[in-house]
């Protein structure tokens, strides 16, 4: 079958679409015949080589797809050959057809085409895991979202909307701050041309943000801090701005404050199969209202696979950028 290689690691010169054999199911997993593979930033570490794939996990790149199932191991009862579907994935997507766990595939939420269904399972995935399953954001609270106008940054936007929070974000250019109001967030903030923490204690009259979605680390570390609530959750999942960082322990501590580090790829096949049937039991619901829904930016057939990680680490484009095969 077809799928993207490396040549090593490196730049998007590494990338090909090459031959690899066609994946076996085991007797818990099916195989996806993939429409639609959505395109992430952890893929653009592993083509780095910053990011391997966990132990047993495909050398594919590819996290998240969309398809329908056209094989199924002798101990799954949910799902049958003909499904469709979308999945989350530990490596693999980037390719004709993937092997996958059966807890970590979803049916495939009402009102969204099947193409689009492939911008959903790795950023809902992370937003509810994270916002809601670790954070716990409640109503009337304040959610400050790092990177709203990103994958993820559109998703936790409008769930926290949905859920009755007051949503503030970061990003990097006027058309994503009016993109995001758009969206729902109450405050958008151009890093770019402002002191953002200022502008978060400014919004919130100094209370600060009661949960911090973060993308950057260490480079937004003391800032997140600052502009924490009494009992606030700041909760790091991304490196952007660096691994290493210093943070004031005692304004932590006097705002009985907590910083929480996750990340998805790595966890277990049941702690993946936990997240997603609360996802499918609490989110879906809310994409068949139409009160949430995945932002599509742009699609590449999988022979521009080079292009759509340039569109992806020049940071320009708003929501998801995928795959089409």
Request: proline share 5%; net charge negative.
């Amino acid at each position: 079958m077809r799928a993207v290689v490396c040549d090593g690691a490196g730049g998007v010169e590494v990338l090909r679409v090459g031959e690899i054999p066609d994946p076996t199911p085991a007797v818990d997993e099916v195989v996806i015949d993939v429409v639609a593979a959505g395109v992430n930033r952890a893929d653009l570490l592993q083509r780095q080589g910053n990011y391997p794939p966990p132990p047993g996990a495909p050398g594919t790149i590819g996290l998240e797809v969309s398809g329908t199932i056209s094989a199924v191991g002798s101990a799954v009862e949910d799902w049958s050959i003909g499904d469709e579907c979308c999945a989350l994935l530990a490596g693999g997507g980037y390719a004709e057809k993937v092997v996958v766990p059966a807890p970590q595939v979803m049916p495939v939420p009402e009102g969204i085409d099947l193409v689009s269904a492939a911008a959903l399972p790795e950023v809902v995935a992370t937003v509810w895991s994270n916002i809601f399953m670790t954070a716990h954001l409640k109503e009337g609270e304040t959610l400050l979202v790092h990177g709203g106008a990103s994958g993820i940054g559109t998703m936790a936007i409008q769930l926290g909307v949905a859920h009755g929070a007051r949503v503030i974000c970061t990003v990097g250019s006027t058309d994503k701050m009016d993109f995001c109001t758009r969206l729902g967030a109450d405050v958008a903030i151009n890093y770019k041309d402002a002191e953002w923490a200022s502008v978060v204690n400014e919004a919130t009259n100094k209370a600060g943000a009661d949960v911090i979605l973060d993308i950057m680390g260490a480079k937004y570390l003391s800032d997140n801090v600052k502009t924490l609530a009494y009992d606030g959750r700041l909760v790091v999942i991304g490196m952007q701005g660096g691994t290493r960082g210093e943070i004031d322990l005692g304004r932590l501590m006097s705002r009985r404050g907590s910083i929480t580090g996750a990340g998805l790829r790595v966890r277990s096949v049941e702690d993946k199969g936990r997240i997603l049937a609360e996802v499918v039991g609490h989110v879906w619901p809310l994409v068949a209202a139409k009160k949430v829904r995945p932002i599509v930016h742009r699609t590449f057939p999988l022979d521009a696979v080079a292009q759509a990680h340039e569109t992806l680490e020049q940071s320009t484009q708003i929501g998801k950028v995928l795959l089409t095969l």
